[in-house]
């Protein structure tokens, strides 16, 4: 199937998505979903048009109190879909798709430790990648984020001694 | 399934059976594995963080760095996603001299493969003879980029040198070595019967669980899904080369040695297509500091699967945003599939076949000696505190000790 | 007692047994490590060999940063070596967090966790940097038993 054809279903089966989707080269489809609606689209993108794997998910902060996530859904390997969705920084909230992609659970995990969106629904886990010990509220990816200021777990000495090298190293 | 009655095993992240650090949590009944779960993180560096703090040309030498492995299919994958934001055209002769080191890796990172596999399922001889054979594509490399791992070859708008004609030579005659080698390891992985039964029906996930869990690389080509960026979504040079892609239907790790094994194959004739092809002309396009504000996504077939880069630009010469989608990322959620109702020895290999890169794979940044198999839990605390008491019931303190030894280093 | 701590200390010092860990390194320097101990360089003709626990080992070899989450699991390996032991450092990123310096999630190097013996360094260190590093640790051991036996 085209890239042409592609873009032509989904703007025909979703009135809203007109002028919203973008083809920018061969095998790269782009577009943009508000959240209300990503999840019809997202399940007939997988569904019916067989775009079965999700690559990756990528969360970024676009600065001015919106986060995005984008959903990279691959059609045989042959035609990425870049699925893209808008979240307001104050309240970042999407619902897991890992029932139709099981594999979106590590990446999801990784939206939720590196830019603190909450994602609805997922199964009880480790966290990925930050350690456990992670001060509440730190999201090193957004943008405001600049360093721990002191306030990362550091490493604190044995039984109250402290580790050679370390000895400044707050307990 | 994990019921009350099995014993829980932690392995990693120190463990001899993994070269990287990385945890895995089995449930036990007997030698027979129920449950699994694996914890990353380890190498969890903050790489994505720190891409938005320097230039894009110090960022490809970061990202080179996201893996010794497969240090070119990073920083190839970076330079093409933004060499398409900014629209740089990159000439012929660039993308083959790519091309030419992307095999050249692939070719590195399959033999280490083979050699790591060895040591996995305790065959020594192969490690030493495949990792002896890696040799003379290390010293090709640092002939034609200078350096054995971490080539800095690419630049965005292309390669950083160029190769002449005594080089391509060299080039030729160790690809006939090599090819001779690697018969011999095709010839060994067919007739062996040991390596056969040590490595047949172990690991095995099915075509739909592959698909299912998304699954890249050779080991989703060894369960029958014939899929590889380089002939899906071509970049660099492949469109104008011909090669095959090579998958079988066994499921198990012994087709994922197959299919490495014939790519090594595939990826010789490769090499020797671009020495015959490689067009004359410049190896660089020039590209300004400045990148225009957009995004791309960029994707590379590295040694161990499909790799993803997805870059976003905002006008100044600092990207905005980069991500970076590991193969190893996309393949381990498959392994707790492939370990269920395996036996514990089979682990290593298990683990050892999906090529796990896990540097590639945390890049942003419970030491249980997998012998503590004792049925009740002591909390690892518990003993190290024990440890110190015996010590120093004999009149050892480890404090005092420490301290001297850091006066004297 | 004498003869017996001088036939230990020669030993130690004529074949130490190494333990490598990699604490969130990208593995250039580790597949390095290994590349020297295959029949290319062939550390195992030094005596060189390589134990998988702690508890056997006089050497650590490091490579890499130190990441938060391996930072205690570093400390414990450290401990449980026996004494006397040496850690040596290999890589930019093990002598001081090299080309991830200043990340959020990496200390430095590895000298800020336990101490370090001596550093080799290289972006990877070459085989035949890590083979002249062991030796001079080993020589320069050689000159002071004494304390070293403790």
């Given at each position: 199937m085209s890239e042409e054809k592609i873009k032509q279903e989904l703007e025909d089966k979703f009135s809203y998505l007109k002028d919203a989707v973008i083809i920018k080269r061969k095998g790269r489809i782009s577009a943009q979903v508000t959240l209300d609606k990503f999840n019809e689209v997202f399940v007939y993108a997988v569904k019916q048009m067989h775009f079965l794997a999700l690559s990756a998910i990528t969360g970024l902060d676009k600065g001015d109190g919106v986060f995005e996530v984008i959903y990279h859904l691959n059609r045989e390997g042959k035609v990425l879909l870049n699925l893209s969705v808008a979240l307001d920084k104050n309240n970042p909230e999407v619902k897991t798709v890992t029932q139709y992609c099981p594999s979106a659970d590590i990446y999801e995990r990784e939206l939720m430790d590196l830019l603190g969106i909450k994602v609805n629904g997922l199964a009880s886990g480790h966290r990925y990648p930050?350690?456990?010990?992670?001060?509440?509220?730190?999201?090193?990816?957004?943008?405001?984020?600049?360093?721990n200021s002191g306030k990362t777990p550091g490493l604190k000495g044995e039984a109250g001694v402290p580790f050679p090298g370390k000895e400044a190293q707050n307990a | 399934m994990h019921e009350s009655g099995d014993v829980r095993i932690p392995i990693g992240p120190q463990h001899p059976a993994l070269k990287e650090p990385e945890s895995f949590l089995i449930s036990l009944r007997g030698e027979k594995i129920t449950a699994s779960s694996v914890r990353l993180g380890y190498n969890h560096r903050g790489i994505e963080k720190a891409c938005e703090e320097r230039t894009y040309t110090q960022c490809l030498y970061l990202i080179e760095r996201?893996?010794?492995?497969c240090s070119h299919s990073h920083s190839t994958c970076f330079a093409q996603a933004v060499e398409e934001v900014a629209g740089i055209e990159v000439p012929a002769r660039a993308k083959y001299m790519r091309t030419l080191i992307a095999e050249l890796e692939r070719i590195h990172s399959h033999l280490l493969w083979l050699g790591v596999a060895g040591h996995e399922i305790g065959f020594d001889t192969l490690l030493m003879y495949t990792w002896r054979d890696r040799e003379v594509v290390m010293d090709l490399l640092a002939k034609l980029t200078g350096n054995r791992v971490n080539y800095g070859i690419n630049t965005i708008g292309g390669v950083r040198r160029d190769i002449n004609s005594k080089q391509k030579e060299e080039v030729l005659k160790a690809i006939d070595i090599l090819e001779d080698r690697t018969k011999y390891y095709i010839d060994l992985a067919k007739g062996e019967t040991t390596l056969i039964k040590r490595l047949q029906g172990v690991g095995v996930l099915s075509h739909e669980d592959a698909k299912k869990l998304d699954a890249v690389g050779p080991t989703a080509r060894a369960s029958g899904i014939e899929r590889d960026v380089r002939k899906d979504d071509p970049y660099a040079a492949y469109a104008e080369l011909d090669f095959k892609v090579i998958s079988v239907n066994s499921c198990d790790v012994y087709g994922r040695t197959l299919v490495r094994l014939g790519e090594l194959m595939e990826s010789f004739s490769l090499v020797r297509q671009i020495i015959r092809k490689i067009p004359d002309g410049p190896i660089l396009a020039k590209s300004s500091r400045k990148i225009p504000a957009g995004e791309a996504v960029s994707r590379y077939e590295a040694p161990r699967g499909e790799d993803l880069h997805y870059v976003r630009s905002?006008?100044?010469?600092?990207?905005d945003r980069v991500k970076v989608r590991a193969p190893t990322l996309a393949n381990i959620q498959s392994v707790s599939k492939m370990l269920e109702d395996r036996y514990l020895a089979d682990m290593p290999i298990v683990i050892a076949a999906i090529d796990p890169c896990f540097s590639c794979t945390d890049r942003l940044i419970a030491i249980h000696d997998?012998?503590?198999?004792?049925k009740n839990t002591v909390v690892w605390e518990t003993i190290r505190l024990k440890g110190i008491e015996w010590y120093k019931d004999r009149g050892i303190d480890f404090t005092s000790l420490n301290k001297k030894l850091t006066k004297l280093f | 007692m004498g003869i017996i701590s001088k036939i230990i200390n020669w030993s130690r010092l004529k074949s130490p047994w190494v333990l490598h860990f990699n604490t969130g390194a990208c593995n250039a320097c580790d597949i390095e490590i290994i590349a020297a101990l295959t029949p290319r360089y062939d550390l195992e003709r030094f005596g060189v060999v390589l134990k998988a626990t702690p508890r056997h080992a006089d050497v650590l070899l490091c490579s890499g940063p130190v990441t938060k989450q391996i930072e205690s699991r570093l400390k414990r390996i450290y401990e449980q070596m026996s004494e006397p032991k040496f850690v040596v450092a290999i890589g930019s990123c093990a002598c001081s967090g090299g080309v991830f310096n200043g990340c959020y999630n990496v200390d430095g190097g590895i000298n800020k966790v336990i101490p370090v013996s001596a550093y080799i360094p290289g972006c990877p260190a070459s085989p035949k940097a890590i083979i002249d590093g062991v030796v001079k640790l080993l020589q320069s051991l050689e000159e002071k038993p004494r304390e070293a036996k403790k």
């Open positions: 930050l350690t456990d010990d992670w001060p509440k509220g730190e999201y090193p990816l957004r943008k405001d984020w600049k360093g | 996201i893996c010794g492995i905002n006008g100044t010469e600092k990207p997998a012998k503590d198999r004792g | -």
